[in-house]
T-cell receptor, first 114, second 113 residues
Framework: SAVISQKPSRDICQRGTSLTIQCQVDSQVTMMFWYRQQPGQSLTLIATANQGSEATYESGFVIDKFPISRPNLTFSTLTVSNMSPEDSSIYLC???????????FGQGTRLTVV | KQEVTQIPAALSVPEGENLVLNCSFTDSAIYNLQWFRQDPGKGLTSLLLIQSSQREQTSGRLNASLDKSSGRSTLYIAASQPGDSATYLCAVRTQGGSEKLVFGKGTKLTVNP
């Protein structure tokens, strides 16, 4: 299975600032996703990162708050914009093929907003 | 809308015990079901992937079963060890739509020495 490197692994940020999280896969993957895991909760999908085009966002998530880039089949970034304490979560990048293939995850970015 | 439920939410067992974690889902039109392990503050490690046409998968002390028609899966852990302590997450990939994974809330397992 592919290996995903995600950075930073953790950060403490001031409210009102923005943080960009990077996700690098060691091989080309068809699908890349960004998830959020709020404290004590399970994972919620933010968006599907589409190579060369705008990301597809889930209900409740918008591009202005979570802009996503995916310039090629091995790399994606998620920016958390104008942060507030409610954005404190673990953010996870996931990759994989389509349909019946295995999904694998990066080690996550633990974000604390103060 | 697919919903995934995991029972129990937390489980504490003595070392050496065999245990079962449960996962249920509402829409049986799935491609596959995947079990993950998550250590505190960390990412997810894939444990087992079961395709919709399969009944079970085994890896070491882990055995996962799938009954797609009833919307249920179990993860069996044999001879539990303290190092098995973690949160176990079940996720299904539903047919159609965005092919995204839908996760349960997880079972937090503690294995006591």
């Amino acid at each position: 299975s592919a290996v995903i490197s995600q950075k930073p692994s953790r950060d403490i940020c001031q409210r009102g600032t923005s943080l960009t999280i990077q996700c690098q896969v060691d091989s080309q993957v068809t699908m890349m996703f960004w998830y959020r895991q709020q404290p004590g909760q399970s994972l919620t999908l933010i968006a599907t990162a589409n190579q060369g085009s705008e990301a597809t966002y889930e209900s409740g998530f918008v591009i202005d708050k979570f802009p996503i880039s995916r310039p090629n089949l091995t790399f994606s970034t998620l920016t958390v914009s104008n942060m507030s304490p409610e954005d404190s979560s673990i953010y996870l990048c996931s990759g994989g093929g389509r349909m019946n293939t295995e999904a694998f995850f990066g080690q996550g970015t633990r974000l604390t907003v103060v | 809308k697919q919903e995934v439920t995991q029972i129990p939410a937390a489980l504490s067992v003595p070392e050496g015990e065999n245990l079962v974690l449960n996962c249920s889902f509402t829409d049986s039109a799935i491609y596959n079901l995947q079990w993950f392990r998550q250590d505190p503050g960390k990412g997810l490690t894939s444990l087992l992937l079961i395709q919709s046409s399969q009944r079970e998968q085994t890896s070491g002390r882990l055995n996962a079963s799938l009954d797609k028609s009833s919307g249920r899966s179990t993860l069996y852990i044999a001879a539990s060890q303290p190092g098995d302590s973690a949160t176990y997450l079940c996720a299904v990939r539903t047919q159609g739509g965005s092919e995204k994974l839908v996760f349960g809330k997880g079972t937090k397992l503690t294995v006591n020495p």
